[in-house]
């Protein structure tokens, strides 16, 4: 890794905006990663570089001119593949898409561009973001930075990959089920996902139709919690501070080290209490808390919420029929989707029948208000978001069912989340938790994660790719 792509978001524009550096030659710097590492790691599926070349001299040109500079001037960034950055291929991983250019920007997208930054290609994911690993028909399997064996998650892992690897310092990707914050865990990175629909998702396939809207969210990704701070104000036209770790202080934080049907490893376990160590200097109060039922069983409550409008949403989306002609045509070898994604259309399905057994709406709020009960609106929650590290590949067969209440309560109750590493485990893969806030409490969680960064990892430690990957 150059050192221009080992900095962080934060000061590629500080030393953009000074001159100290031309966005030309941080442009070039991580197309030059990207180009290194992509033939390994398989993130980025649609290169955009020539435009961020032309983008890139026109920004240098603004400076010399002396322009007023936005609040991310410069800066290269990547984007999932289910969101529109017009001009691009817009698939979302899915051979019925493969024809498809996007004709304008995501709005998320459009907002980053305005503010100075500059898209280098899109990143891969599963089809129609509907599994935790990300591969697909059209595009393949992206691998994880730290170890080719192992899995990024899903379903924005080509993201979380690639700002892993160094060849995007930030990037967008949503998450409707864990699929930022599991990714980031995985490859050692923070990512954001922000209180269900508060960024625009225009642009975003598939787009969340009926109750799937109150359980998504767009969010940003980087290697430092300050990163994705910025980026969160700048969707959110605020302006941008540095989180102030200083609002912590006398707040209550909870925490558990389960949180699914799996119990958790050592590793992970000993993520979670540096965590809440680091906070309790910060000056929180710190409570153990057993895993509620409503946290452990989640993914059921989080299918009973899902009403009908939101299966025909996921059917359509997935433009192959019913799930069951799908399967049918993988038994005859002519597939459309992977497996990987066709095994969560059909759980999907069963939410037709959660829906009359358990009162969704009802789960949700009592969730919520559970929340509140344990840490009040200034508050959080830390725990594990994965009872692992980075399985290996074809992990989601076997184990997805029983770790997906580690991410799913979070969407169910329409939370904000902040993914943070930790360290890394015996194997040399990353370690990390999530911090979960009250709704509308992104500065919340993004004080608390500053806090944690700036105890175990105040120099982000990535993977030592030396020119390979492996």
């Given at each position: 890794m150059s050192e221009i792509t080992g900095l962080s978001a934060v000061e590629i524009v500080r030393k953009a905006s000074s001159g100290e550096l031309s966005i030309v030659d941080i442009v070039e710097a991580h197309i030059a990663r990207i180009e290194q590492v992509n033939?390994?790691?398989?993130?980025?599926?649609?290169?955009?570089?020539?435009?961020?070349?032309?983008?890139?001299?026109?920004?240098?040109?603004?400076?010399?001119?002396?322009?007023?500079?936005?609040?991310?001037?410069?800066?290269p960034i990547t984007i999932k593949d289910s969101l529109d950055v017009a001009g691009a291929a817009a698939t979302c991983g899915m051979l019925a898409r493969k024809d498809r250019i996007a004709e304008k920007d995501a709005a998320v997208v459009e907002c980053l561009r305005r503010a100075g930054a500059i898209v280098l290609g899109k990143t891969n994911t599963p089809e129609v973001c509907w599994a935790q690993e990300t591969t697909n028909l059209l595009y393949g399997r992206t691998n994880n930075p730290w170890n080719l064996a192992h899995s990024v998650g899903?379903?924005?892992?080509?993201?979380?990959?690639?700002?892993?690897?160094?060849?995007?310092?930030?990037g967008m990707g949503s998450d409707i089920s864990g699929s930022i914050r599991?990714?980031?865990?995985?490859?050692?990175?923070?990512?954001?996902?922000?209180?269900?629909?508060?960024?625009?998702?225009?642009?975003?396939?598939?787009?969340?139709?009926g109750r799937l809207a109150d359980l998504e969210a767009v969010?940003?990704?980087?290697?430092?919690?300050?990163?994705?701070?910025?980026?969160?104000?700048v969707l959110t036209n605020r302006p941008y501070r540095e989180p102030d770790t200083a609002i912590l202080s006398g707040q209550k934080v909870a925490y558990w080290f389960?949180?699914?049907?799996?119990?958790?490893?050592?590793e992970i376990r000993a993520a979670v209490s540096a965590a809440v160590g680091a906070l309790e200097k910060a000056?929180?109060?710190?409570?153990?808390?057993?895993?509620?039922?409503?946290?452990?069983?989640?993914?059921?409550?989080?299918?009973?919420y899902v009403d009908a409008p939101g299966r025909k949403a996921i059917d359509d989306a997935f433009m192959a029929g019913s799930?069951?002609?799908?399967?049918?045509?993988?038994?005859?070898?002519?597939q459309k989707i992977s497996a990987e994604s066709t095994q969560y259309w059909m759980s999907s399905t069963l939410s037709a029948i959660f829906e009359k057994l358990f009162d969704g709406a009802r789960w949700r709020e009592r969730l919520y208000a559970n929340?509140?009960?344990?840490?009040?609106?200034?508050?959080?929650?830390?725990?594990?978001?994965h009872p692992t590290t980075a399985p290996k590949h074809g992990w989601q067969k076997s184990l997805s069912f029983l770790t997906i209440d580690y991410q799913q309560w979070v969407n169910l109750a329409g939370l904000p989340g902040l993914t943070v590493p930790i360290g890394v485990d015996a194997n040399g893969l990353p370690t990390a938790v999530q911090i979960v806030g009250a709704r509308g409490r992104e500065d919340v969680i993004l004080a608390a994660g500053m806090a944690i960064q700036q105890a175990v990892m105040p120099t982000w430690r990535g993977p030592d790719l030396n020119g390979t990957v492996g």
């Open positions: 033939p390994q790691i398989n993130a980025v599926v649609t290169p955009t570089f020539e435009q961020a070349r032309r983008e890139a001299q026109a920004a240098d040109q603004q400076r010399v001119q002396g322009s007023p500079l936005p609040p991310l001037y410069g800066l899903g379903s924005t892992g080509g993201e979380a990959a690639i700002i892993a690897a160094g060849g995007s310092p930030l599991m990714p980031a865990a995985f490859t050692g990175i923070v990512g954001l996902r922000p209180t269900s629909a508060t960024l625009d998702e225009t642009g975003h396939y598939p787009y969340a139709t969010g940003p990704m980087a290697r430092r919690v300050e990163d994705v701070a910025l980026a969160f104000a389960g949180g699914g049907l799996m119990s958790p490893q050592a000056g929180m109060q710190t409570i153990e808390k057993s895993v509620s039922k409503r946290v452990r069983f989640s993914a059921v409550g989080w299918l009973a799930v069951w002609q799908e399967m049918r045509n993988q038994r005859q070898g002519k929340f509140l009960e344990w840490v009040g609106e200034k508050g959080v929650v830390v725990c594990p978001i």
